[in-house]
């Protein structure tokens, strides 16, 4: 795996851990090693549960100690064994000669603090600067990270700023002492696809300057093949591949790893159903392209049909004052958007954050009241609606959130989500309840024995596949995907576009498709609006944008697809 005389910064040897349950452990890692050489970046790829985020956690000396039990093996940072330090020695260690960039950037700034404030913290706890001088540090740590108006970032609470520029924050908190490895844990993940590009190109610009090691965990394979050196393989808790990357990408050994590079959707070829790492695995998948004819030939039926959905000059403003005296300021989230949807179709909608995506998808589903414009719904302006027929609407109009664990209550089983929305409308009543959610959810691929469940005791896919069910179960004629696969694995978000695509088929559904990952949106879509600062820059068939943009912008979206595989 590694070039002879190449030098370690870190050794794993023969890590085994395993979480301590009741009666019983359950063995998370099965004697992994690797290692990772000086300023070099190696990736760790695979599947949720395959034991990516174990490792990195082992590494940092996070595993909650009551819990985790390390059953065997080593891990070396510079020749000294980890496992062997105390919490203190530990804890002196994080942030300074090894930092991680954690996946989910909200979650980890502190809410209550000035973003500059938290980068301070980190500097004077490990007296890199003294108090006199941590302003200017911080801010030559943002203009490193090339966050816009530094000044003003500092001053900001993490609410304040976008994804793309907390993210910047946190990368700018985990080099701020000049660590020697930084562990990046999915730093990409739901990002707009030009934000994703400059988050990467700004850690390999960081990696080369500062001569650090990098760990990156990520489940975007293209990603990985653009940015690393080495790629390890994880599947269930072993490492069942590794090499050089453009060993890994170009002649892979292992049937698992084939599986994993062919379950991304591809942007030069339209299959019928994606392959799932299963149905390679198990030899079950069979290729079928849809071919031009049958395409033009599904256009033809949809689009000689009235629209589902018309918007009709759709604006959304917002007004603020900065002083007691001053005028209103006007900011347009969404400004004078037109567009059709017909039935049977999947409309994509694509833009970088702050464009106006979710706005507009908030106005459709009457979340938020649109300043000017119409909305019609088969017909009918719906923006005028009275509180009885807007709730009569909802059974027809329903949105797949990007986040199901946060949309699903976890103090409610299964069984509980689904009756609600069945019960609210008086669906039906008494016995056939309980066989409509039953039927529902054997539909998305869960059982009747998940009923009782609650949403923490299932994987990522699993929860999604609640959160469709819960849109389905009142069997809409319009289903708003809002970022509904951007946070899944290659393989499970294959299985979860696959379940969406035979829904429509099944029960004529039509889709508004909203997500920044652009071969997603061109894989799944018939039409295509593309969106920036509120309009619609370009609109068409998904196919001819993706072949032959007309707009800068839409050119520069492209551009910034991960070209790798």
Same mark, same amino acid.
């Given at each position: 795996m590694l070039e002879k005389g190449s030098q370690h910064l870190l050794k794993v040897q023969n890590l085994s851990i395993s979480f301590d349950k009741p009666k019983f452990l359950v063995p998370a890692l099965h004697g992994i090693s690797f290692s990772i050489p000086q300023n070099e970046i190696v990736a760790i790829v695979g599947e949720s549960g395959s034991g990516k985020s174990i490792t990195s956690l082992a590494i940092m000396g996070l595993?909650?100690?009551?819990? @985790?039990? +390390? /059953?065997?093996?080593? /891990?070396?940072?510079?020749?000294?064994?980890?496992?062997?330090?105390?919490?203190?020695?530990?804890?002196?260690?994080? #942030?300074?000669?090894?930092?991680?960039?954690?996946?989910?950037?909200?979650?980890?700034?502190?809410?209550?603090?000035?973003?500059?404030?938290?980068?301070?913290?980190?500097?004077?706890?490990?007296?890199?600067?003294?108090?006199?001088?941590?302003?200017?540090?911080?801010?030559?740590?943002?203009?490193?990270?090339?966050?816009?108006h530094p000044d003003r970032i500092y001053t900001s609470y993490p609410h304040e700023i976008s994804g793309g520029q907390k993210q910047r924050v946190m990368i700018a908190m985990a080099i701020a002492c000049k660590p020697q490895l930084l562990i990046a844990d999915e730093p990409t993940t739901a990002l707009d696809v030009t934000v994703q590009k400059e988050i990467i190109d700004l850690l390999k610009s960081l990696q080369k300057d500062n001569k650090m090691s990098?760990?990156? +965990?990520?489940?975007?394979? @293209?990603?990985?093949?653009? +940015?690393?050196?080495?790629?390890?393989?994880?599947?269930? !808790?072993?490492? /069942?591949?590794?090499?050089?990357?453009?060993?890994?990408?170009?002649?892979?050994?292992?049937? %698992?790893?084939? @599986?994993? /590079?062919? @379950?991304?959707?591809?942007?030069?070829?339209?299959?019928?159903?994606?392959?799932?790492?299963?149905?390679?695995?198990?030899?079950?998948?069979?290729?079928?392209?849809?071919?031009?004819?049958?395409?033009?030939?599904?256009?033809?039926?949809?689009?000689?049909?009235?629209?589902?959905?018309?918007?009709?000059?759709?604006?959304? %403003? %917002?007004?603020?004052?900065? !002083?007691?005296?001053?005028?209103?300021?006007?900011?347009?989230?969404?400004?004078?958007?037109?567009?059709?949807? %017909?039935?049977?179709?999947?409309?994509?909608?694509?833009?970088?954050?702050?464009? !106006?995506?979710s706005t507009l998808s908030n106005a459709i589903t009457l979340l938020t009241e649109a300043t000017e414009g119409r909305i019609l719904f088969n017909g009918k302006n719906i923006t005028r609606l009275n509180k009885r027929e807007r709730r009569e609407l909802r059974k027809d109009i329903q949105i797949i959130f990007q986040d199901p664990f946060a949309s699903l209550n976890p103090r409610r089983s299964v069984e509980e989500v689904l009756m609600e929305p069945i019960r609210v409308h008086s669906i039906v009543s008494g016995p056939e309840q309980k066989k409509m959610i039953i039927s529902t959810l054997e539909r998305v691929g869960l059982s009747e024995a998940d009923l009782k469940k609650y949403p923490?005791?299932?994987?990522?896919?699993?929860?999604?596949?609640? #959160?469709?069910?819960?849109?389905?179960?009142?069997?809409?004629?319009?289903? +708003?995907?809002?970022?509904?696969?951007?946070?899944?694995?290659?393989?499970?978000?294959?299985?979860?576009l696959n379940l969406l695509n035979d829904l429509k088929d099944d029960y004529d559904f039509t889709y508004l498709f909203i997500s920044h990952d652009l071969n997603v949106v061109k894989y799944m879509s018939d039409q295509l609006l593309v969106m920036k600062d509120g309009i619609i820059e370009e609109q068409g068939d998904a196919d001819e944008i993706f072949n032959s943009p007309a707009k800068a912008y839409t050119k520069k979206l492209i551009h910034a697809i991960p070209k790798g595989l």
């Open positions: 595993l909650p100690k009551s819990a @985790a039990k +390390i /059953i065997s093996g080593s /891990i070396l940072f510079l020749g000294n064994s980890l496992l062997d330090k105390s919490s203190k020695e530990m804890m002196a260690m994080r #942030g300074k000669s090894i930092s991680m960039i954690f996946q989910e950037p909200m979650s980890a700034l502190n809410p209550s603090m000035r973003c500059g404030k938290q980068v301070e913290e980190i500097l004077l706890r490990h007296q890199i600067v003294g108090k006199k001088e941590a302003r200017k540090e911080v801010l030559h740590l943002f203009e490193q990270v090339r966050l816009p990098i760990l990156l +965990i990520s489940h975007d394979l @293209a990603l990985v093949s653009e +940015i690393a050196d080495q790629v390890l393989v994880m599947y269930q !808790g072993q490492l /069942i591949e590794a090499g050089r990357t453009s060993q890994i990408f170009e002649s892979p050994q292992q049937e %698992y790893t084939k @599986a994993l /590079i062919l @379950a991304r959707p591809s942007s030069d070829q339209r299959l019928k159903r994606l392959p799932t790492v299963d149905s390679l695995l198990t030899s079950t998948f069979k290729k079928e392209l849809i071919s031009s004819s049958e395409r033009n030939a599904n256009h033809k039926k949809i689009y000689a049909q009235k629209p589902i959905l018309e918007v009709k000059n759709v604006s959304k %403003y %917002y007004f603020s004052k900065v !002083g007691l005296f001053s005028e209103n300021r006007v900011f347009k989230a969404v400004n004078d958007v037109s567009f059709k949807v %017909y039935p049977g179709e999947t409309l994509g909608l694509v833009g970088e954050s702050g464009c !106006g995506k923490h005791e299932f994987s990522g896919g699993q929860r999604q596949r609640i #959160g469709i069910a819960r849109a389905i179960v009142l069997n809409p004629k319009l289903v +708003i995907c809002d970022e509904s696969v951007s946070a899944l694995d290659i393989s499970v978000q294959a299985q979860v």
